[in-house]
């Protein structure tokens, strides 16, 4: 999952992929065309527990809705039940495992580019889909550019990107994260082309069988609702 860390960090930690201005404070890319309605996101909601379509109203519409799900119940589904938490003042998105939610800092709720936002929202919700499926969202026996979990989540953003515009250029800003050298992002990018081009998932039948289920919190958050 993308993004758990994100905040100004050291330039040596920055992957050259991404110029030093979209690394630190809170946006990656900075694009500036008009997003479509099914992309923008609702930035006005209090901290607290939202549904997914809270935050985005309209995105049912959204072509890469189709990636993410093929099968329409699926996503109708998965669109109902997803629920958002905006809490905390670090870190970028999670998935909350245990509530199941989408765990969204407030900083960067506020104050993130509209493009990064929509696209980590997109990431985030496929991570709900292979959570429902029996996936370790946090395996620890595969690289996190290898997890098959990640390269989906980030082929879902990547698709879309490019579909709304963005330049290779952008594309690695998007992807770059503090704790990703140069070479992480360059494997994750090869994973994720040979997957939009009708490939496997890397790792898949590992990270079907024998996993640990993993939870963690990247910053505390408060409990799920006892009614939930």
């Given at each position: 999952?993308?993004?758990?860390?994100?905040?100004?960090?050291?330039?040596?930690?920055?992957?050259?992929?991404?110029?030093?201005?979209?690394?630190?404070?809170?946006?990656?890319?900075?694009?500036?065309?008009?997003?479509?309605?099914?992309?923008?996101v609702v930035r006005s909601l209090a901290p607290g527990e939202h549904p997914f379509v809270a935050l985005l109203p309209l995105v049912?519409?959204?072509?890469?809705?189709?990636?993410?799900?093929?099968?329409?119940?699926?996503?109708?589904?998965?669109?109902?039940?997803?629920?958002?938490?905006?809490?905390?003042?670090?870190?970028?998105?999670?998935?909350?495992?245990?509530?199941?939610?989408?765990?969204?800092?407030?900083?960067?709720?506020?104050?993130?580019?509209?493009?990064?936002?929509?696209?980590?929202?997109?990431?985030?919700?496929?991570?709900?889909?292979?959570?429902?499926?029996?996936?370790?969202?946090?395996?620890?026996?595969?690289?996190?550019?290898?997890?098959?979990?990640?390269?989906?989540?980030?082929?879902?953003?990547?698709?879309?990107?490019?579909?709304?515009?963005?330049?290779?250029?952008?594309?690695?800003?998007?992807?770059?994260?503090?704790?990703?050298?140069?070479?992480?992002?360059?494997?994750l990018l090869t994973h994720i082309d040979a997957f939009l081009a009708g490939g496997p998932l890397p790792n898949l039948e590992l990270?079907?069988?024998?996993?640990?289920?993993?939870?963690?919190?990247?910053?505390?958050?408060?409990?799920?609702?006892?009614?939930?």
């Open positions: 999952m993308p993004h758990l860390l994100r905040g100004v960090v050291a330039p040596s930690s920055i992957s050259p992929l991404a110029p030093p201005q979209l690394c630190y404070g809170l946006s990656r890319v900075d694009f500036v065309a008009a997003l479509p309605p099914y992309a923008r049912a519409e959204s072509p890469a809705l189709g990636r993410i799900a093929t099968s329409p119940h699926v996503r109708a589904a998965l669109l109902e039940r997803a629920r958002v938490l905006i809490s905390g003042e670090r870190g970028y998105a999670f998935v909350d495992v245990e509530a199941p939610r989408i765990v969204l800092s407030a900083h960067y709720y506020a104050g993130g580019s509209p493009l990064d936002l929509y696209l980590d929202l997109l990431h985030e919700l496929t991570h709900l889909r292979q959570l429902d499926e029996g996936f370790d969202l946090w395996d620890d026996r595969l690289e996190y550019v290898d997890r098959p979990t990640e390269v989906e989540g980030y082929a879902v953003a990547v698709e879309e990107g490019r579909r709304l515009g963005l330049s290779p250029a952008d594309v690695g800003a998007h992807l770059s994260n503090p704790w990703m050298k140069a070479a992480d992002v360059e494997r990270a079907k069988h024998g996993a640990s289920f993993v939870v963690r919190h990247p910053w505390r958050v408060p409990p799920p609702s006892p009614s939930r």
